[in-house]
């Protein structure tokens, strides 16, 4: 536990669905870890997403309401060099990966 809250201490992370199940558990758990945490969710009515799953850390995170498959979902400031994605949304693979800086 140590090594992973010396890993995300003050790290920036996009979590991708981070308003649905998966995404908002990891969410939570990240923000515990020190993370800069921004989140991208469509709030697409069919899915389990809602504001609701980010309750208790909503001033620790930022929330970007848009679709990932469009272009604008990424004109937000995002995680740049010795950053993580995390993805978690139904339509992208459920993993962390450092994104090369
Ligand atoms: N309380 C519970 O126990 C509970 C609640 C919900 C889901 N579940 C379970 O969890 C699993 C599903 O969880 P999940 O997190 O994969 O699904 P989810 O539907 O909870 O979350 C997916 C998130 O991705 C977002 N999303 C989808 N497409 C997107 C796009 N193109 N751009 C941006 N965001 C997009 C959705 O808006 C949603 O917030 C299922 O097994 C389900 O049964 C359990």
Redesign the pocket.
């Known amino acids: 536990m140590s090594s992973y809250r010396e890993f995300y201490r003050d790290r920036p992370v996009l979590i991708?669905?981070g308003?649905?199940?998966?995404?908002s558990n990891l969410a939570h758990h990240l923000v515990t870890l020190g993370a800069r945490v921004l989140i991208?969710?469509?709030?697409?009515p069919a899915?389990?997403?809602n504001l609701f799953n980010v309750h208790g850390i909503e001033n620790r995170v930022r929330v970007n309401i848009?679709?990932?498959?469009q272009q604008t979902a990424w004109r937000t400031p995002t995680p740049t060099s010795r950053s993580t994605a995390a993805a978690?949304?139904?339509?992208s693979r459920r993993a962390a990966a450092t994104i090369p800086g």
Do not use: E, N, P, Q
């Open positions: 991708t669905g308003l649905g199940f998966i995404g991208v969710d469509s709030l697409i899915y389990g997403g848009a679709d990932i498959r978690s949304s139904r339509c």
